[in-house]
């Protein structure tokens, strides 16, 4: 045993920042959970997608310890653990106390982790009002057991109460998290994926991937660093075991004029230079632009290039044609990858941007929004 101590100690050692290279990256995720009886669905996904890399969950626990006879952290550490072991992921666990959620995620990004193995990706459940369903309790894994150390993690949220999380702090931790380099997921309605395993061995799960910022279609690209990341988190789904049956699908958003098929070429050896397989479906949306403010204003404008501006100037006429538009032209798949934008720099905008989030994706079913900030891919190796 101590031989493998030291064997494991070596290779931690080794694993030096400063070496980092494209071609070793791997999803490193941390998954902030409120409370693990509403978000199994989401612990398991979010345990596929990271693939070989390292998945943390983390829990911030409010309170104060001055006020505190002693940490109450270890005691919940049990049940977190027998959670773990009775999904069968491959997780550790990290809580932490704090004031505040916002803190406490702060907290939990610059701690967690190991030298070179450090999460480069948190995932956050939405912010909406959706009634939250005790998964825990129906789980087969639970139901039988002796072991009743689960039960300690506390009942669901009356949905009256009040949350302990604003929109403004929720909006803020998604930009706390961009300052400090780290990727972002924000998983929706995951309380309705059905994994692949549910599906049965015959069934092909769609992953649908829209890569472009459907909030600013003035600037369409999909090779900026967030679009490339998108793709790839897509990709590394579809490659793990689980999932490797599943059919990616790619939209490409096209206006008359633009040379639509030559805008499919230049994707479709995008796709080939970074050995991405996706069936590649184009979608006119001229009559969802036209809706759009930046449409409306004379050509040059210098508010174009504003963000919070386009944040304060998107109408809901036009995100709910997107919302459509993509209900249109993807029916029903598996889940979606949509791209997240940069909150604004504006802080008293956080609540305009999250509820335009909210716009975008009601009914869409399971949608994961992605914001990367690293560059993970790669057409040089």
């Known amino acids: 045993m101590r031989a493998q101590i030291y064997e494991v100690r070596k290779y931690l050692l080794m694993l030096d920042i400063r070496k980092e290279h494209v071609k070793f990256w791997r999803p490193q995720v941390l998954l902030m959970v409120r409370n693990p009886r509403t978000s199994l669905r989401l612990i398991s996904f979010i345990n596929d997608l990271k693939k070989s890399g390292l998945y943390v969950l983390g829990h911030v626990e409010l309170d104060d310890l001055d006020c505190l006879p002693a940490d109450p952290l270890p005691v919940q550490s049990d049940s977190w653990l027998q959670l773990v072991d009775k999904l069968n992921i491959k997780a550790f666990v990290n809580l932490t106390l704090s004031d505040s959620i916002r803190h406490g995620t702060q907290q939990l990004l610059f701690i967690s982790g190991l030298g070179g193995m450090r999460p480069n990706t948190i995932a956050l459940g939405f912010y909406d009002h959706t009634p939250s369903q005790d998964f825990l309790s129906q789980h087969p894994a639970f139901s039988g057991s002796r072991d009743t150390a689960w039960l300690n993690f506390p009942p669901l949220r009356d949905s009256a109460s009040r949350k302990r999380l ?46 472009i910022n459907l909030l600013r279609p003035d600037s369409a690209r ?43 070429d230049k994707l479709r050896q995008l796709l080939k230079d970074l050995r991405i397989v996706a069936d590649i479906h184009t979608v006119p949306w001229d009559n969802v632009v036209a809706l759009h403010w930046h449409s409306q204003k004379e050509a040059g404008s210098d508010d174009a290039l504003n963000f919070p501006g386009n944040v304060a100037c998107v109408s809901d006429d036009y995100l709910g044609a997107v919302n459509q538009l993509i209900l249109q032209e993807s029916s029903a798949p598996t889940v979606r990858f949509l791209y997240l934008p940069r909150p604004p720099a504006d802080t008293s905008l956080y609540p305009r941007y999250l509820e335009q989030l909210e716009v975008l994706t009601r009914g869409l079913g399971p949608t994961l929004l992605v914001h990367g900030v690293s560059a993970v891919t790669s057409t040089e190796l």
């Open 166 to 211: 604003s929109p403004r702090e929720y909006v803020a931790i998604v930009a706390d998290a961009v300052k400090m380099q780290r990727n972002v997921l924000l998983a929706r309605a995951f309380d309705d994926l059905r994994l692949p395993q549910e599906l049965g061995w015959k069934a092909q799960p769609l992953i649908d991937v829209w890569p």
């Open 222 to 264: 999909y090779v900026d660093t967030c679009s490339l990341f998108l793709l790839q988190m897509a990709c590394v789904l579809a490659m793990t075991r689980s999932w490797r049956r599943a059919r990616l699908r790619l939209f490409l958003c096209v206006e008359n004029g633009a040379r639509p098929r030559g805008q499919e």
